[in-house]
């Protein structure tokens, strides 16, 4: 299973090189990945009610783990938009879930943006990390003969990382291709 993979790859090589790297003494020291959360935005879903549906059914083909309805806090009346209204959907992977999201987004999924050169390594200054993705068609799993809309998503990656610089490290030896004339 894939989801193995990462976990052993974590624990016999990711640990030992972030441990000797960092100059941490204990094993729990070391950072680690606690859940990832895969956010869409719908803001057209104010005029397409049926949208938040199509996207609830691709996230939930995506990540493999059914989406919540995300309403909307307040009332913005130049976006036409009422408070409760759907605005988006979500999912938060954790586990072997994350793994596996995490793996075939790695493998599979980001090589398939056109001309891709890497992600960009800007963290949010507590080892965290948000990758902005433009179309959900990069992932195997959705049919493109079904697709009606070409919507995008944010990626977030949460660790236990105390540092941008510890986070990246982590987020790196996982496999996320960040760019290379960055940092």
Sequence with gaps: MATDNLIKDYRERIVPQLMKQFGYTSVMQVPKLTKIVVNQGLGAATADKKLIEIAQGELALITGQKPVVTYSKKDISNFKLRKGNPIGVMVTLRREKMYEFLERLIRIALPRIRD??????????????????????????????????????????????????????????????FKKNEN
Aim: aromatic share 10%; net charge negative; charged share 20%.
């Design 116 to 177: 891709f050169k890497g992600v960009a390594s800007r963290l949010d200054g507590r080892g965290n990390y948000t990758l902005g993705i433009t179309e959900q068609i990069i992932f195997p799993e959705i049919n493109l003969d079904s697709v009606t809309k070409i919507m995008g998503m944010n990626i977030t990656f949460v660790t236990t990382a105390n540092t941008d610089e510890e986070g990246f490290a982590l987020l790196k030896e996982f496999g996320i291709p």
